[in-house]
């Protein structure tokens, strides 16, 4: 779950702070045209009217304040714990100025707090996937299943070389490009032995995924929700 934005569209402030927040997962709330939403909002977060624009509203977890003296008294004010609460922060410079301010799980129900976690497991698998193949376009991948098809039935004896359109043209390409001259068998085996290798890598962080919704699955409150790391890695060399 996002923040919480609370908008006004005459502000230039506003209306580039929005931009920036555009397309995240946030909710934005026009404060002088959306009169529904700012009157649910009021309901769910009475007296925290915005002073300025842009306010985000935020979810600030329990912070420990260390003992201090009062610069004007002279008191000494003991360390302390400020509970959990929502806070209302105006016109703060960036959403990066906000994470670490931000708890997503503060007054989640159980599911809620679930669903956003498995949210996150799943936003992070994408993210390892897409940096750990960095060299390989979307079309390049489109190609993959055509090259598998014809290298699969060539190593099985079922088609010849000449019959393999598709890995004549992708040898060529490599030869054109100064790259090795391989065979088009030469060619098959190594598109098996990638093709077997991703699988490997894919199943794996898949079944990463599986155990974080095993675990999710199973936590009894918020807390134990919020504490899973989500953090995916490669099979183990030999795996």
């Given at each position: 779950?996002?923040?919480?934005?609370l908008?006004?569209?005459?502000?230039?402030?506003?209306?580039?702070?929005?931009?920036?927040?555009?397309?995240?997962?946030?909710?934005?709330?026009?404060?002088y045209?959306?009169s529904?939403?700012?009157?649910?909002?009021?309901?769910?977060?009475?007296?925290?009217?915005?002073?300025?624009?842009?306010?985000?509203?935020?979810?600030?977890?329990?912070?420990?304040?260390?003992?201090?003296?009062?610069?004007?008294?002279?008191e000494?004010?003991?360390?302390?714990?400020?509970?959990?609460?929502?806070?209302?922060?105006?016109?703060?410079?960036?959403?990066?100025?906000?994470?670490?301010?931000?708890?997503?799980?503060?007054?989640?129900?159980?599911?809620?707090?679930?669903?956003?976690?498995?949210?996150?497991?799943?936003?992070?698998?994408?993210?390892?996937?897409?940096?750990?193949?960095?060299?390989?376009?979307?079309?390049?991948?489109?190609?993959?299943?055509?090259?598998?098809?014809?290298?699969?039935?060539?190593?099985?004896?079922?088609i010849?070389?000449?019959?393999?359109?598709?890995?004549?043209?992708?040898?060529?390409?490599?030869?054109?490009?100064?790259?090795?001259?391989?065979?088009?068998?030469?060619?098959?085996e190594?598109?098996r032995?990638?093709?077997?290798?991703?699988?490997?890598?894919?199943?794996?962080v898949e079944g990463?995924?599986?155990g974080y919704?095993?675990?999710?699955?199973?936590a009894?409150?918020?807390?134990?929700?919020?504490?899973i790391?989500?953090?995916?890695?490669?099979?183990?060399?030999?795996?």
């Amino acid at each position: 779950m996002g923040f919480i934005i609370l908008h006004n569209r005459q502000s230039a402030e506003s209306r580039a702070f929005v931009a920036s927040a555009s397309g995240q997962g946030h909710t934005i709330i026009e404060w002088y045209t959306d009169s529904q939403a700012v009157a649910q909002y009021l309901a769910d977060h009475p007296g925290m009217y915005p002073s300025a624009f842009p306010s985000v509203v935020i979810r600030r977890p329990d912070v420990e304040v260390p003992e201090s003296t009062h610069e004007v008294t002279g008191e000494v004010i003991p360390a302390h714990v400020v509970p959990a609460h929502w806070d209302l922060v105006r016109c703060p410079s960036s959403l990066e100025e906000l994470a670490d301010l931000h708890d997503p799980y503060y007054g989640l129900t159980l599911d809620e707090a679930k669903a956003l976690k498995r949210d996150e497991a799943k936003a992070a698998m994408d993210s390892y996937i897409a940096a750990i193949q960095p060299e390989y376009g979307q079309y390049s991948m489109a190609t993959w299943d055509v090259q598998a098809a014809e290298a699969e039935a060539l190593l099985a004896g079922t088609i010849t070389e000449a019959q393999c359109p598709g890995l004549a043209q992708l040898v060529a390409g490599r030869v054109a490009s100064g790259g090795a001259d391989l065979t088009i068998t030469e060619q098959a085996e190594r598109i098996r032995a990638n093709r077997a290798a991703w699988r490997s890598i894919g199943l794996y962080v898949e079944g990463q995924r599986n155990g974080y919704m095993d675990r999710i699955q199973a936590a009894q409150d918020v807390a134990a929700v919020q504490s899973i790391a989500v953090a995916y890695t490669l099979p183990p060399q030999g795996a």
